[in-house]
């Protein structure tokens, strides 16, 4: 792929001006300040919308024009397409307008297009450094996904590693040292645990009685006796009277708010009979002939049965109010006396809750006692047992000991025949990768000293030096060698600016 064409407008301060490249190398000189690096910053601004500093600043004299335009740039390649990038600034607010053959497109189809011309290489075949400035992470899945191989299946038919694949069982190498790293830690921290073991069964044994049968019968008759103790401890408990006391401090409670209504109905009925009292004095001694309610003269007949009437109603009401009073000063003198029955009886619960309590701590510490010696008798009566087949116990220890042994000798052939293999593997992937450059080596892996692993990374070097260590120069040989392979791998040769 070549230029014929380089066309701007307002391009970062530079007037508007082209170049007529007609498919042949250019070299544009000037002074500091003129804009060369401006115009090779074109190509990445029309191919992707990239460029450098701030667009919103203005910087470097770009004022956007009458029409809001900060930037456009054209370029015509010799397959007879053009493609054109405008960058506006309208209310606040940057835009693009895209351009193909002179026609408006969307991002998607000019996006497509450029993926078309760079045959899907994109920025990593016409950016010198655009591979270089990317993470290590970001280099390293590039380069395994465009150049790596896997090389296992080479490995296991070498002679040394003839075995290997069955070993692995299916596993990479890395997840089958992993794992054997895994169980040679937990192998050997089972042997180192061996030798204290059997000192503890050498001690256990040194230490038990002269007769082992006569003192588990000693031992099993002790917990025979205080479990008996214990069961008839918790068969034995006192009932508990709480909640009768309880059930019962609510009745007086009850009982008490009767007692008080019952005091207030008979003051408020005692009150009602005075006062009726005092109303049929006043009518009975009313004087003759006036009415007892406006005082007015009344004929004696008239004055008379009506004074009669008033009596008799009024000694109905009285009459009926003796009735009521009988009856609340009898349900008074019934409340009382249930209230003081009850007052009794919980005062006489009350105290029996007290002696039962103290009765309730000393069974529950006697019954907590128990607890704690019947599993202490019972330990101790196990340890007999177990002490009685100590040598048993020694033996089998031994036995395991050796047995470890073996898996940690196997476990360790195993480390390092994956370790080997990772050293093989690596050696022909960096091989492979930097068989595809011609000055540039990749550094895939670093050796971790104290763990023995292999971490992942990608270092471009040069005669040995790592990228960011190089100069100037060396970083652009370095960079053109990247570029170069990544154009022969997507097989397109795009033009480049330096």
């Avoid at 080479?154 to 002679?159: E, G, R, T, V």
């Avoid at 492979?432 to 471009?460: A, M, R, W, Y």
Wanted: aromatic fraction near 6%; charge should be neutral; proline fraction near 3%.
């Amino acid at each position: 792929m070549k230029i014929i064409n380089i066309s701007w407008q307002n391009f970062k301060g530079l007037q508007d001006g082209e170049i007529q490249a007609d498919g042949a190398d250019v070299i544009i000189h000037g002074q500091n300040g003129s804009g060369k690096t401006s115009i090779a910053e074109i190509l990445p601004f029309v191919l992707t919308g990239k460029i450098t500093g701030s667009a919103k600043a203005y910087d470097n004299g770009i004022t956007p024009t009458d029409d809001g335009l900060v930037h456009a740039a054209q370029i015509t390649f010799d397959d007879g397409s053009t493609l054109r990038r405008e960058h506006l600034w309208a209310g606040n607010c940057n835009t693009h307008k895209l351009y193909i053959n002179g026609n408006a497109v969307k991002l998607s189809q000019f996006n497509a297009h450029v993926q078309s011309l760079t045959n899907g290489g994109g920025s990593s075949i016409f950016m010198p450094f655009f591979f270089c400035e990317l993470p290590p992470k970001e280099q390293r899945n590039f380069l395994l996904q465009q150049f790596g191989t896997n090389t296992d299946n080479d490995i296991f038919n070498l002679p040394e590693f003839t075995d290997a694949e069955n070993i692995f069982d299916g596993l990479s190498a890395d997840l089958f040292k992993e794992r054997s790293i895994f169980d040679l830690r937990r192998a050997k921290a089972e042997a180192s645990d061996i030798p204290a073991r059997i000192e503890e069964l050498n001690r256990q044994r040194s230490s038990l009685p002269a007769d082992i049968n006569a003192e588990k019968m000693r031992l099993n008759s002790e917990i025979q006796k205080a479990q008996a103790e214990l069961d008839s401890l918790q068969s034995n408990a006192t009932n508990n009277l709480k909640p009768e006391y309880n059930a019962l401090i609510r009745q007086i409670s009850a009982t008490k708010g009767i007692k008080d209504r019952l005091e207030r109905n008979l003051l408020s009925t005692k009150a009602a009979l005075k006062n009726l009292r005092e109303q049929y004095r006043q009518v009975a001694k009313a004087p003759n002939g006036k009415c007892p309610t406006c005082g007015q003269v009344m004929p004696k007949e008239l004055f008379d049965a009506k004074r009669d009437d008033k009596l008799v109603a009024i000694c109905e009401e009285g009459q009926r109010l003796n009735d009521d009073l009988s009856t609340l000063e009898n349900g008074l003198k019934n409340v009382t006396a249930e209230l003081e029955s009850l007052t009794v009886r919980a005062d006489q619960l009350n105290k029996q809750i007290q002696a039962q309590t103290n009765d309730n701590n000393q069974r529950t510490e006697k019954i907590l006692m128990l607890k704690n010696l019947l599993p202490e008798l019972r330990y101790q009566l196990v340890s007999l047992d177990k002490a009685t087949d100590t040598q048993a116990r020694i033996d089998e220890l031994i036995s395991q000991g050796k047995e470890l042994g073996k898996k940690i000798t196997t476990l360790e052939g195993h480390i390092q025949l994956a370790e080997r293999f990772q050293q093989q593997k690596i050696a022909r992937l960096e091989g492979h990768i930097n068989s595809q450059f011609h000055f540039v080596n990749f550094k895939l892996f670093d050796l971790i000293i104290t763990t023995g692993e292999f971490k992942p990374t990608c270092v471009p070097m040069l005669n040995g030096v790592p990228y960011n260590a190089l100069s100037n120069g060396e970083k652009l040989k370095c960079a053109l060698d990247i570029l170069n392979t990544m154009q022969n791998f997507y097989g397109v040769q795009m033009p480049l600016f330096i």
